[in-house]
DNA sequence: TGCTCTATGCTCACAGCGAGCATAAACTGG
DNA sequence: CCAGTTTATGCTCGCTGTGAGCATAGAGCA
């Protein structure tokens, strides 16, 4: 690691990854799009860009994280020079299943432990603990990586795993979606850890990977993605990026379960974005199939001036 | 804008920045360090290229941000290139003022407005207030930028400057930093502003810039990390990496108070750390000049096992 | 009509937090 | 030694937010 002076001129190379999230059918799909392209993004320039590429009008858009890591790319190996790749977020409302050629993706087929919507994915017991507490025994119990900082939980691979999944009587915290997806990538429980390191693919005998792989490190981004829009929720109101004008307050519950991958108590939901002033009354009933029809609302923008964080405040722990 | 397909290949050129903050004497202090380097960065590489440069041990290090603005770096007509800044925010235990060469600077020199521990600062009605009206009127009441996003308040500049300063009844926020710093700049109120658009130094008559300025976009830079660290004050136990091992309750407070920038309410404040379990008592006795002698406490590594988000809560609207 | 299904209203209990009163333990100057 | 100052610490009251559940409303269907 004596490379910390070398200078960077030249050396890196730069291009942009757009994570783009929707909600449809109650499911979050993802619509992953990498290419190189001016450094500009955020703004208006951005938006063209992906709409050029998917034929998308984007609403909510922001700055995701800047991924780097040493031997995340092939590329880097082929042009001697480090891939950047700043990645960003986007949300875009609920629309057409294929866009313009774009092909979404079911996060939760691509992080099938996230999703407990339907309580705890039988995935957890049977798969993830079991090979994590093989992993953490044969790693041993000495802190990873940095002791320095305070924050990483504890350290040792079995502290952290457990924090991360919820293990025992600790509760599962919807937001850490990095950090469950870096421990299976370190216990080598997801295909790309394999492929990174180059082995063979594995047959039938072998340990089964978990969700289903994506090229480079776009799972890992997506990861990030869905951790980041979770922890947003509870304080800023971007649920209503990925939603029509008017909704049903179950249509916006669906919309926040299917992102936050936890089932929420409906009386307190309705009551939640209601006292917190996030929503207003339209007038106007919905025509349902079933059951009682319901009222339409629609975001009540006046809540930003009101409250400094107005979000939807999921459970601290999912269980 | 036709450049956003442009190929970025060989256009672009990275560097890092690193924002080192630390409390001392009551007040958080800043060090910006900002060079050529290899990509990788957040591990241990990156602690080692800050001691390098400044002899300081990193303890907690994140990526903050990635600016990519055109126009940031003058470098950029020079050299025909985008310039990219990848920022790591960093964090410092308290220590000597000179340490090595680097020249520590007042967070609250820099950024005036964001200090409201004694009390609004009278720089806002003096001179914010009055200067963002008329800013405000000047450019008229149409949406700036993108209406498509429900996020950004409002839309209008005068909607945006009330919620980002907490004017009329709205409270304020501490988190939103780097928006008020945003404003101060569009609106022309800070140094950066004039010398970005070329414009000769103010004399007499002119409109007093608010705050110290700094080089190239350091105090934007700035500005997103003390509202990062100000934000994560309240979910991670991040100030524990500002102080010594052992501490009093006062001492602690006095550190949040100072990344705040808010007075908070004592007798909460340690039920809060308390009850949290944040904070666990060594029995020892600190030896104080005046006033009754405080008990030292320790960070209760614990917490990260119990709690999801342990942090220390500031309150919604500082006033 | 009774059943099912979804929407909506309301209550209870408890935790968290803002605000303030009260006391404890050191030092100071008379 | 006492009164006054200063800082630390303990505790209470009241409001709000939130978890959990009971109950009712309104629509379609057998």
Redesign the pocket.
Known sequence: MEAATTPALGEVTVDLAAVILAVTEGSPRVLTVQGEADAEWAGEAGRRWVAERTGMQLGYVEQLYTFGDAGRDPRERAAGARVLSVAYLALVREQAFEAAGATWRDVYELLPWEDRRGGEPEVLAQAIEPALSRWWLAAGDEPTASTTTLDTAGGSPRERAEVAFGLGDLGWDSQRVLERYELLYEAGLVGEAGRDAGEPERGGHAQARLGKAMALDHRRILATALGRVRGKLSYRPVVFELLPEQF???ALQRVVEALAGLRL????F???VD?AGLVEPTGVQAH?A??????LFCFRREVLRERPAPGV?L??SGR
Chains 1, 2 share one sequence.
Do not use: C, D, F, V
């Open positions: 049903t307050l179950s108590h409906k009386q307190n309705r009551r939640l006292r349902t079933r059951g009682r029809p319901a009222e405040g459970p601290r």
